[in-house]
């Protein structure tokens, strides 16, 4: 399907290109355009209101009268011109073809005549109107038969023995459609689209007259039975279009059978084919395993779980390349996948599911898979096994996008061959991880690597400077970084320049940060100078205090301490006054009045520290007496 999108647009670039760039007003109808490529005439007269096809020249090789007015196409109409190869007559209102209308266009090799008012009978189309194009290859009648149980006569059809694709309408509900055996004729017919389509059910006679087609689109015919062996005839098939219809579980499990025989096939596209809730049917991979199957569209559907039986590792086609599996219900999602590039599972439920284990499950032999693209995005995804990506060395592209993802919690280190990694309409503020940061450091100096944080809520904030300072020095890596989002310290979100943002958040908490730390000093150094003044002025306490302290756990305890102090009075004098000391004061104060002092010639305990000696004197006298004389 997506190829046929390819094709229209390359085909419109293509005209824009080599039409449009040179188109003038024709001189002999100046309501019609007309441009030379390649020395051949092109005529476009649609939107032109015309009511009949225009005289051209002879040499005319391609006619556009799209869009117009037009009822009737008479005889001799495009009389002598030999040389038109495409004539489109489509969106207008013709009713009538007359016999000859064709005559003369022997190389026409495209007829487009959709979304008209023709019937599909004889008495619009007569039974030799197609003689003269021997040369058609492509004939487009969709959305023109109004009446049901009709298709294409094939007594008409049969005639034109070059016709390789063919667009026509199927309206069929109270029977079965069948193409007539003219079309058996049609050797070289290998393309078939049905249009404006209304089918109840196929059986194996609906397609046994068209046994060589190779491409078959019945795509919104509401088909809701589809019979065994149905497509049984289509043994050249390659590319299978059952897009948006209404299949249930059998009919499903019949197509399965039927794409056995199918060995050539290459693309089977079932979108939005199946609207009720279904696993896949049993043998599903091992049916398309005889086939040649490239590529495979099974998505917007109601598959809940994508492995048959259960815990079993379903195998893939080995052909198969391409996967869609998105936008289903899928809770369980895993294959071995020998040779597929391209997976795509978006849009599904495997959040729970990917958080410990991996679509890609690690086999016995631990071989790599080919994989190179894989698409996971809009899963609900919170968090991810950390290898899941381990043994898919391959890997180019990774789309986790619209998820929930807060960091990058899973390994990616072994993907040499990454290129994009889009993260983007994640709740990522930073990525706090280190490994995946050195890997993708790594990465951008030696790839060329691009990681997409587009709409994160990324965290400009001063405690956060080192990510950001790393994302600054690996800008390059950042996919359209001038358009990330970043919340500010104040709350702010912007989501412009996020370069300069974050320049300005980083210079900002550079200026803050010499602050902080001046501060801090000034501090530091007041508290000192506080201190040391406080330790200054009360030195003498404080010494004294030391002292006691360290007296009271070394200097020597008599056994005997009878009373709270050993001494009346510790005596306190020169050196000089002990004469005086012996002969007045010990005689006077300790003989007469029965006092005991405290002399330090005679009661300090010999091998203390003099200030030891002096400190446990003080402290054991009730009273402290000083002899001041000028030697003192």
């Not at 487009?112 to 290859?137: C, E, G, K, M």
């Not at 006691?548 to 306190?572: C, H, N, Q, V, W």
């Not at 203390?608 to 030697?631: F, G, L, P, Q």
């Amino acid at each position: 399907m997506a190829f046929l999108k390819w094709i229209h647009l390359l085909a419109l670039l293509h005209y824009v290109r080599y039409g449009l760039a040179n188109t003038n007003n024709c001189n002999f109808d100046k309501q019609c355009r007309c441009w030379l490529r390649k020395d051949h005439l092109n005529v476009d007269c649609s939107n032109s209101g015309k009511f009949s096809v225009p005289t051209v020249p002879t040499n005319v090789y391609t006619l556009n009268v799209s869009h117009n007015d037009i009822l009737r196409i008479r005889n001799g109409t495009f009389k002598n011109l030999f040389q038109l190869i495409t004539l489109d007559l489509s969106w207008n209102h013709i009713k009538t073809l007359e016999p000859e209308a064709f005559i003369d266009l022997h190389s026409l090799k495209q007829l487009i005549l959709q979304n008209n008012l023709l019937r599909y009978d004889n008495a619009v189309f007569p039974t030799n109107i197609f003689r003269p194009v021997v040369s058609l290859q492509s004939f487009n009648v969709q959305r023109n038969s109004r009446k049901n149980e009709h298709t294409f006569p094939d007594d008409i059809i049969s005639n034109i023995l070059t016709l390789e694709s063919f667009y026509v309408d199927a309206i069929f509900v109270s029977r079965v459609l069948s193409f007539g055996k003219g079309y058996s004729r049609l050797q070289k017919l290998t393309k078939l689209f049905l249009g404006h389509c209304l089918l109840t059910k196929i059986d194996k006679n609906t397609f046994v007259n068209v046994p060589y087609l190779e491409h078959l689109q019945i795509s919104r015919c509401t088909i809701r039975v589809y019979n065994p062996s149905a497509l049984q005839s289509l043994l050249r098939m390659k590319i299978l279009d059952l897009s948006n219809n209404d299949l249930d579980f059998g009919g499903f499990s019949n197509l399965v059978k039927d794409t056995e025989k199918m060995k050539l096939l290459e693309t089977l596209i079932l979108t939005n084919t199946f609207p009720y809730q279904m696993i896949l049917p049993k043998l599903f991979f091992y049916y398309l395993g005889a086939t040649k199957i490239r590529e495979l569209y099974i998505n917007e559907n109601w598959f809940f779980n994508a492995t048959p039986e259960g815990e079993h590792i379903e195998r893939l086609p080995p052909t198969l390349q391409y996967l869609d599996f998105s936008k289903n219900k899928l809770i369980d999602c895993r294959f071995d996948m020998p040779s597929l590039k391209e997976i795509n599972i978006q849009h599904n439920y495997l959040s729970r599911f990917l958080a410990s284990e991996s679509y890609a499950p690690m086999l016995e032999n631990d071989t790599s898979y080919l994989l190179e693209t894989v698409d996971l995005s809009f899963n609900e995804i919170h968090e991810l096994k950390w290898s899941v990506f381990n043994n898919q060395l391959k890997l180019k592209i990774i789309n986790l996008s619209n998820n929930l993802l807060s960091n990058i919690a899973f390994d990616i280190s072994l993907l040499t061959k990454l290129e994009m990694l889009d993260l983007s309409n994640n709740n990522i503020t930073i990525i706090s991880n280190m490994q995946p940061k050195e890997t993708i450091t790594n990465k951008s100096m030696r790839s060329k690597f691009k990681e997409d944080l587009s709409n994160n809520l990324l965290q400009c904030v001063c405690k956060e400077t080192s990510f950001l300072r790393w994302m600054i020095n690996h800008i390059t890596v950042f996919y359209n970084i001038h358009h990330y989002k970043c919340k500010l310290d104040s709350g702010k979100v912007v989501d412009r320049n996020f370069v300069h943002n974050v320049e300005q958040v980083i210079k900002g908490c550079r200026d803050y940060t010499v602050l902080v730390i001046c501060i801090s000093l000034v501090l530091c150094l007041s508290i000192v100078i506080v201190v040391g003044g406080l330790l200054y002025r009360y030195r003498w306490k404080l010494r004294y205090m030391y002292y006691m302290t360290k007296s009271k756990y070394y200097r020597y305890r008599p056994l005997d301490t009878e009373g709270l102090y050993t001494y009346d009075a510790f005596i306190s004098y020169s050196d000089k006054e002990k004469d005086f000391i012996i002969k007045e004061c010990i005689p006077k104060l300790e003989v007469e009045r029965n006092l005991k002092l405290c002399v330090h010639q005679r009661d300090f305990i010999p091998g203390e520290e003099i200030t030891v000696n002096i400190t446990s004197a003080i402290n054991d006298s009730k009273k402290t007496i000083c002899i001041i004389t000028r030697s003192f």
